[in-house]
């Protein structure tokens, strides 16, 4: 998990007494739980997507509806016990640096240990007062924080964010990076920031490490224009959810066969399952449309929505979503 370079960052810096800063945007400590022998994924009863398993509390959870239920043993698709745990958390993180370094003091913020109340305030305030090393955190520990005597911050996995099904994946990915670096040297000492990725070469993460807004900006809205994307065009994005797999698909190719009708000047993408395609128990399709749109062009929309609702198939839902931030 750490380069040797960050590896000697941090030994440094605890021999020199300054704190560091770990960021990994993945709570848990695997992402996924895995049959070596078949390939089975242990995934969610209620969602199609792989349960995350947490350590501390020998816990599978779900992530989107929270379910939970015990770690497996033994595969239930083949019955074989290679069962190997894949991917990094917090909590993994957070427990190979106390194996590295098992003199430093650590505490980790992330959604599982910010239950409480006032429990982001108690974190910060005893990283920052108790002088503790290492802060291990998700996005939590990116935005607005002040801390002297932090002088290293190291980004451990900066392809998370990278490769998410956005068209602001360059965006986020290079406001994350920017953000969590102003937590080093922020007062008369100097900060270091060394950022873990597979892709170098991605223009988000090198203007990051630049911290040149201007340069990211160009290639970005270069980008965006040459794809079509905001604020070039819009992207209307069709969510349809539903108890029955059937209705799902019935609905979407309907929704899809009626506003073709109107011969909008766009691009109408047939619609298909979601990538994640079941969250607590509904099925999930998604539309694209992507147009600059007017007034006609809603009117068009709600046209086609109230023929819908006025017909019989109000078990399945439909949610239409402009520029939405997550296209899962």
């Known amino acids: 998990m750490f380069s040797i370079r960050l590896y000697k960052s941090i030994e440094e810096n605890l021999k020199n007494k300054k704190q560091t800063i770990l960021f990994l945007n993945r709570r848990g400590f695997s992402t996924f739980v895995m049959c070596r ?49 894949f991917g990094t958390g917090t909590q993994k993180l957070e427990e190979q640096i106390k194996t590295m370094f098992p003199n430093a003091t650590t505490i980790r913020m992330d959604v599982d240990t910010v239950t409480k109340k006032n429990s982001h305030e108690e974190i910060l305030n005893k990283f920052k007062n108790e002088n503790i090393d290492i802060l291990i955190g998700t996005q939590m520990v990116v935005k607005g924080h002040h801390f002297p005597n932090v002088t290293l911050v190291g980004v451990i996995a900066a392809d998370s964010s990278l490769n998410i099904d956005n068209y602001k994946a360059n965006e ?7 953000q969590v670096s102003g937590r080093a040297g922020r007062e008369n000492l100097p900060g270091k920031v060394i950022i873990q990725t597979y892709n170098p070469d991605s223009f988000a993460i090198d203007y990051a490490k630049k911290q040149n807004y201007k340069l990211f900006y160009d290639a970005e809205i270069h980008l965006r224009k040459q794809l079509k994307y905001p604020p070039f065009c819009d992207i209307i994005m069709f969510g349809i959810s539903g108890q029955n797999p059937n209705d799902v698909a019935q609905v979407s190719k309907y929704l899809y066969e009626n506003i073709k009708t109107y011969n909008i000047q766009g691009l109408l993408l047939k619609p298909m399952p979601a990538p994640i395609d079941k969250i607590k128990n509904r099925y999930r399709w998604r539309m694209i449309l992507k147009v600059n749109l007017n007034d006609e062009i809603v009117e068009n929309i709600n046209e086609v929505l109230e023929k819908y609702y006025l017909s019989d198939s109000k078990n399945t839902r439909v949610i239409v979503d402009v520029n939405p931030n997550n296209l899962l």
């Open 37 to 85: 022998d078949c390939g089975y994924v242990v995934k969610c009863k209620n969602c199609n997507i792989s349960l995350t398993y947490h350590r501390n509390k020998q816990m599978l959870k779900c992530h989107y509806c929270g379910h939970e239920e015990k770690v497996v043993t033994k595969c239930p698709e083949c019955g074989s016990q290679k069962i190997k745990y």
């Open 172 to 178: 986020t990915t290079f406001d994350l990076l920017v």
